[in-house]
């Protein structure tokens, strides 16, 4: 699901919201979050999941095309950590192995 998706379900689901209001509402909710994540702060979400900041410490990685060591230095990387909820409907639902 993209964002314009994300929209379009919004706007469908409720039929009182503009799809310019639907389009602000997303747009809002992504930017409150993206500005506690780049914050550090943690984002729980009850039955769908958290998402936090973890850190990735430096460390020393390989070139591979010259086979030259090269530092890598700290990241801080987003972290998704999907609920129980979540975590068992998606199991549920899961596609059997017949790709049809």
Same mark, same amino acid.
């Given at each position: 699901m993209t964002r314009s998706d994300l929209v379009e379900a919004l706007a469908a689901r409720f039929e009182q919201l503009t799809?310019?209001?639907?389009?602000?509402?997303?747009?809002? *909710?992504?930017?409150?979050m993206n500005d506690a994540l780049v914050r550090g @702060? +943690? *984002?729980?979400?009850?039955?769908?999941?958290?998402?936090?900041?973890? @850190? +990735?410490?430096?460390?020393?990685?390989r070139n591979p095309r010259s086979g030259e060591s090269v530092a890598i230095p700290e990241k801080r990387v987003?972290?998704?950590k999907p609920g129980k909820a979540l975590r068992e409907a998606v199991d549920e639902s899961a596609p059997s192995d017949d790709p049809d």
């Amino acid at each position: 699901m993209t964002r314009s998706d994300l929209v379009e379900a919004l706007a469908a689901r409720f039929e009182q919201l503009t799809h310019r209001d639907a389009e602000s509402a997303v747009k809002a *909710i992504l930017d409150a979050m993206n500005d506690a994540l780049v914050r550090g @702060r +943690r *984002i729980e979400i009850r039955g769908f999941g958290s998402f936090s900041i973890n @850190r +990735r410490p430096p460390r020393m990685g390989r070139n591979p095309r010259s086979g030259e060591s090269v530092a890598i230095p700290e990241k801080r990387v987003p972290h998704f950590k999907p609920g129980k909820a979540l975590r068992e409907a998606v199991d549920e639902s899961a596609p059997s192995d017949d790709p049809d």
